[in-house]
């Protein structure tokens, strides 16, 4: 069984900086991608970054340049620096896990984040 415990949610001021971690723990395979997804109410569950085990990364056009994606493969862990935050970034994060073997995939239970003055 794999289990993601995500923290570092809360509330920020526009132009704010936060830090979500993710770890990852259970039957973890090496070939896999760690990602993190958030959804804002009334909106459907949005990519924001994915990282893959060998260190490709992709971002969603709204927060390239403002949010990195990193991960520790050996520990399982993978993080989300999120600079200069927006009033619209205010979303529940949910941390994303997937086993290319088994193509299992799993998921966080989410944080908060809400960006407002």
């Known amino acids: 069984q794999v289990q993601l415990v995500e923290s570092g949610g809360g509330l920020v001021q526009p132009g704010g900086s936060l830090r979500l971690s993710c770890a990852a723990s259970g039957s973890i395979f090496s070939i896999n991608i760690m990602a993190w997804y958030r959804q804002a109410p009334g909106k459907e569950r949005e990519l924001v970054a994915s990282m893959t085990s060998g260190g490709t990364t992709n971002y969603a056009d709204s927060v390239k340049g403002r949010f990195t994606i990193s991960r520790d493969n050996v520990k399982n862990t993978v993080n989300l620096q999120m600079n200069s935050l927006k009033s619209e970034d205010t979303a529940v994060y949910y941390c994303?896990?997937?086993?290319?073997?088994?193509?299992?995939?799993?998921w966080g239970q989410g944080t908060q984040v809400t960006v407002s003055s």
């Open positions: 994303y896990l997937f086993l290319v073997k088994g193509a299992n995939y799993y």
